[in-house]
């Protein structure tokens, strides 16, 4: 069966996706499958793979502001220190935040970690399948959204997955309680079709034949419709009409990308003609409602660099960029920061837009990079988790993810504590760190 990234390929193109990650998604393909053929019965799985990787070098720009962690309620992570003497009481940063970072763990499930409290919880059978793709797992009102060829969802606070409509792969939605649901064919001359989704139910609202074969794909879904990257721009479609109102983008341009949709606002890119295959480095902030149709509100251009992500803040007033080298830098009202620099960094804003959240990928590591911006200050405070396995993430509430069970002592201790199997998808532990 062929990767997400193979079928997205084989419909757009190459659209830049760092090299790194097709052998991540390999790597976790392999070990999902593993995972899934071991029987019910199988009574300790260790939880955690301590595979030192190496260590992730850190640059970090020098104009930026930089706060060091509370010294009176946190204590600096290292290799050198044993988990189990490390405090899991106190917040992690200076500032109370009431936020927790939901990531995908690699496997059937996810690792829910509660900064405020230093507690992270892992349940299983969150509806992924062995050879899902990784980095594929999204926010829908009270509910996450995960998987491709069965996509499920889940709530947040915990329960059943439920499935949703068979489809390829899912695209987010903008609209409240949305998700479109894409099949791509295995004829290559027959256009794909989407569903929406009313994601909380499952009813189907809309199921139509895309107007492109070949070419081009889903990016994300924008107001009344979604956009589609194609070889020069970014095509708009209209679900009242079924046409395309719009297209952004110029004659010269290459290969376009889409990155997020809050909004009538997305962010986009497109690849020089001259090269299809080659760098995304300027990137988009447009209002696609503008009066006279569609304006950018902000462009922002990384000569040289490669961008692999440009998320929107909640409130739209700024965007968070991440390139191939692993920097992340925050763009808007006229300003641009450097906040970090990482290793495959995964991005998320908190719930209010007043916190960007960067960590790093750490599949198969020990330990997970952590740092937090302040919208309020413009400061970026550091942690090391003294864990590895977390993939892509997003946030919610202490409110919305509700009780979890009492912490063991370690991460170790995870899967012989409170009965927890990894084969088991009702199966939650709770750890502090």
Partial sequence: MPTLTELLRDAAGDVGVPAPFDELERVARGRRTRRHRRTAGMTVVVCLLVVVAGVTVRSRSTSKQRVATAPSTSVAVSSSVPVSSIPASGPLFSTLTGDVLIFDSGYDGVTLVDIDHRVATRRMGIGQRAGDQPFRIARVGSDLVVGWGNVSAVPIAGGPSRALPPATVF????EPDRVWLVDYPNDAGTPPRAKLVEESTGTMLADVASPFVGGASFGTGIEGGFAMATAHGIDLWHL?????YAHLGGPTGGQGQTFDAVGSLLTWCETPATDPNGPCNSVHLTDLAARGGPKDVLKASYPGKTITAAVISPDGTRIAVSTQDGAVTIEGNGTRQSVVTVQYPSTAWSSDGSRLYVTSNSFETSHTSLDVWSAATGAVEHADLPFGGLLQFVT????????????TKTPADCPAANGFNEADPHSVCSFGF
Avoid: F, L, S
């Fill in 240 to 244: 009242d009409t079924h046409k395309v």
């Fill in 171 to 174: 695209v987010p939605a903008v």
């Fill in 396 to 407: 919610a509430t202490e409110a919305e993810v509700g009780p979890r069970p009492e912490r």
